[in-house]
């Protein structure tokens, strides 16, 4: 067995002491966006909580999307839909998260999976904070990030989901009808 590797015992081949295979192992990644929107904390907060204007600016790509969206204290967020890509077979992507702490205005906690043809992909905790700054809001996009399942390509796994990330925030900004907001790179911790 490798490092990368963990071994998964079934219960039945536990007893008989033998293992059905190797998973591998989850890695794990964190990062941080800071950006600048020209909106007040409270506006910004809006439109995560807010459906329609939330649909604005998150969204799944491909076709048959649907969305559900429950912006409450232990409620959460379902998405699906269907990618296609040229030469290659459609994706079933899908979303859920679950809302862990909302502070109006300030601040809000979530845990998350992404799912690729029903294979959990990873799973993660965003944190997201809203501080008043000068003419706007100072957002601040903490995420930690188990990747369960690696792509057939994992090594572009962590910069997707970071530029993802990005992507998402450039949409937030041009929901609020601004330009794009400023950002410092996303940082490793």
Do not use: C
Request: charged share 20%; glycine share 6%; hydrophobic share 35%.
């Amino acid at each position: 067995m490798t490092a990368d590797a963990v071994e998964t015992i079934t219960p039945d081949a536990a007893v008989e002491g033998k293992s059905r295979g190797t998973v591998p192992a989850a890695r794990h990644e964190t990062f941080t966006v800071d950006y600048h929107l020209a909106a007040p904390p409270s506006t910004v907060f809006e439109a995560f909580a807010d459906t329609p204007v939330r649909r604005r600016w998150f969204k799944l790509p491909g076709r048959q999307v649907s969305y559900h969206h429950d912006f409450t204290l232990n409620g959460g967020e379902t998405a699906s839909s269907v990618f296609t890509v040229p030469g290659a077979a459609p994706e079933r992507l899908a979303y859920a998260s679950r809302y862990l702490d909302i502070r109006p205005g300030s601040r809000i906690v979530y845990a998350y999976t992404a799912r690729v043809d029903d294979m959990p992909r990873w799973t993660s905790l965003v944190t997201v904070e809203l501080q008043p700054h000068l003419d706007g809001t100072h957002l601040r996009w903490t995420e930690q990030a188990a990747f369960l399942t690696p792509s057939a390509e994992p090594e572009h796994d962590f910069p997707h989901l970071r530029g993802a990330t990005r992507l998402r925030l450039n949409g937030l900004a041009a929901a609020l009808g601004q330009p794009q907001g400023s950002s410092t790179t996303p940082v490793r911790m």
